[in-house]
Nanobody, 122 residues
Framework: QVQLVESGGGLVQAGGSLRLSCAASGRAFSTMGWFRRAPGKEREFVAA????????YLADSVKGRFIISRDNAKNTLYLQMNSLKPEDTAVYYC?????????????????WGQGTQVTVAS
């Protein structure tokens, strides 16, 4: 049975950093990503990464601040979040799928974690 478990969320001051982790069990996935949902907003794409780890995608809103990476030996996905802003406050979800097509639409992913809360105080 596939399971994705996120960790690393919390409360941080603006300008601070957090590192999210997502441990996958049950199988490996070619494409993994992070999405987030802020209060009162739709779930939005944050970042995605291919199996090789060398191909990554970032939403414009987080470019230059967030880094996505993966450790395939540990079957774990990471999101390093730097220079955090209050508008980054959201529940962050890990997602995984097979296939190397489009990566930035939530409906393409059929495996999801339970989410981890990130709160950035101003």
């Amino acid at each position: 049975q596939v399971q994705l478990v996120e960790s690393g969320g919390g409360l941080v001051q603006a300008g601070g950093s957090l590192r999210l982790s997502c441990a996958a069990s049950g199988r490996a996935f070619s494409t993994m990503g992070w999405f987030r949902r802020a209060p009162g907003k739709e779930r939005e794409f944050v970042a995605a990464i291919r199996w090789s780890g060398s191909v990554t995608y970032l939403a414009d809103s987080v470019k230059g601040r967030f880094i996505i990476s993966r450790d395939n030996a540990k079957n774990t996905l990471y999101l390093q979040m730097n220079s955090l802003k209050p508008e980054d406050t959201a529940v962050y979800y890990c997602a995984a799928r097979n296939g190397d097509g489009a990566y930035n639409y939530a409906f393409l992913y059929d495996n999801w974690g339970q989410g981890t809360q990130v709160t950035v105080a101003s």
